[in-house]
């Protein structure tokens, strides 16, 4: 048995020894080889199976590099996958946790010369929500399996027909309304006629009405039995022709008094004024349940008005909202440059866009509603908006303060 063989002492010594992780520095992706200390990886560069390894990479380097790269990142994400699929975790654990295995794909064979730099990468191309912390950077999987994509789908659907339910009920309660008020106005319009036909014409004059149904004359004295032996009364009312006429004006329904129309008029505007006052009522209700002290969501344009940011060139700049952080801190990604930065909702500003441009109302009565920008008056500091799709698509709301509305881009 020679001196180099496997099952020889030193053979033996020399696996124990390369059991464990070594420095990466002395590692050669080309050749699959993991050195041990400085020599002996000076010693495989001058190899000649090195020398031809090398060669071989010169002719195409762009090639290999893309490769190694490739093969480093899809490893890394299935390990994410199958470890941390829906947990928020340091990216070291997670690297630690990758090179365990002695057979992955290193580091130095890639275009990402360090940690720092790879978990940018992934937070850029929306593989990862990527966040700075003091302790680190942290990483947490954007899941794009297709099983997600159609619970999202799902949970999205439940919310439209939600969002179609209240819609449904508050239709429902503007019937109602809607109904109350017209059959107050038939109410109103039965005492009016009943009204006119009791009406006396003089004050202190008897109100008469006929039981039978002719008229009898004053000069026929009826009494006692009728033909067919019941009895009639003994003093019938008795009527001049000047008040017939007027009994039976009053009877028409085809006369419309002065008084009338006024009453008409009066019940009108004041089933119109109830109306009114009940959507108010549902408005101020709206606006207490939807008032909140935090406003920031995904896709606002904000600006930084933080002075301890100043030094570093981003105070007054714009920014989009990425992510909310326990509803009242954001994670802002600039316009200038792409940095993400962490800031409190005190230190941001809303955006006013341009006439026309789209905008999110961010608190009161119609929180959370897409609408379009109609007008700006700038000496109350307000707006004029129309709401877009939703519940509410199409209601104009002519005055809302700068702080209830913010520049909106639902692409982000």
């Known amino acids: 048995m020679g001196k180099n063989e496997f099952l020889t002492p030193k053979a033996i010594a020399n696996r124990i020894k390369a059991k464990g992780l070594q420095k990466l520095r002395w590692y050669c992706q080309m050749c699959q080889k993991q050195c041990r200390d400085e020599n002996g990886f000076k010693c495989h560069c001058m190899s000649e199976s090195h020398q031809r390894q090398m060669q071989v990479f010169g002719q195409n380097p762009d ?72 302790k680190g950077w942290f990483v947490s999987l954007i899941d794009k399996e297709p099983e997600t994509l159609l619970k999202e789908r799902l949970k999205s659907k439940r919310e439209r027909a939600d969002v179609a339910d209240e819609e449904r009920h508050e239709r429902m309660i503007a019937d109602q309304i809607e109904k109350a008020a017209k059959t107050a106005k038939v109410e109103q319009l039965v005492v009016e006629s009943d009204k006119d036909v009791l009406q006396r014409e003089h004050y202190g004059e008897k109100v008469a009405f006929a039981l039978g149904s002719s008229i009898v004359k004053p000069n026929s004295d009826q009494s006692g039995v009728n033909g067919h032996g019941s009895h009639r009364l003994s003093r019938p009312p008795v009527f001049d022709e000047d008040e017939e006429d007027k009994l039976k004006k009053s009877r028409d329904p085809r006369d419309k008094s002065t008084g009338g129309e006024k009453d008409k008029g009066k019940t009108n505007k004041d089933s ?89 109302i961010v608190n009161g009565a ?47």
């Open 63 to 134: 090639r290999f590099m893309d490769g190694y790269s490739e093969e480093f990142e899809s490893s890394f994400m299935e390990h994410m996958k199958r470890s941390h699929r829906f947990s928020r975790v340091a990216a070291t654990v997670v690297y630690n946790e990758y090179i365990a295995d002695r057979h992955h794909i290193h580091m130095n064979s890639t275009k990402w010369l360090t940690l720092t730099e790879f978990v940018k990468y992934l937070g850029r191309t929306g593989q990862c929500k990527v966040d700075e912390t003091p």
């Open 366 to 412: 119609y929180r959370g509603s897409n609408a379009r920008l109609l007008a700006i008056d700038t000496t109350q500091f307000s707006a004029k908006v129309q709401i877009e799709k939703g519940m509410y698509d199409g209601r104009l709301i002519p005055i809302i303060d700068y702080e209830d509305i913010c520049k909106f881009n639902p692409k982000e």
């Open 272 to 360: 119109g004024s109830a109306l009114a006052q009940l959507m108010k009522e549902q408005e101020a209700s709206k606006e207490r349940m939807n008032r909140k002290d935090y406003w920031l969501c995904e896709g606002l344009i904000v600006k930084v008005m933080s002075q301890a940011l100043m030094e570093k060139g981003y105070y007054k700049q714009k920014g989009v909202v990425i992510r909310v952080i326990g509803k009242y801190v954001g994670e802002i990604r600039m316009l200038d440059g792409g940095d993400v930065l962490k800031v409190d909702q005190e230190e941001l500003e809303t955006v006013i866009p341009q006439i026309g441009g789209l905008v999110r």
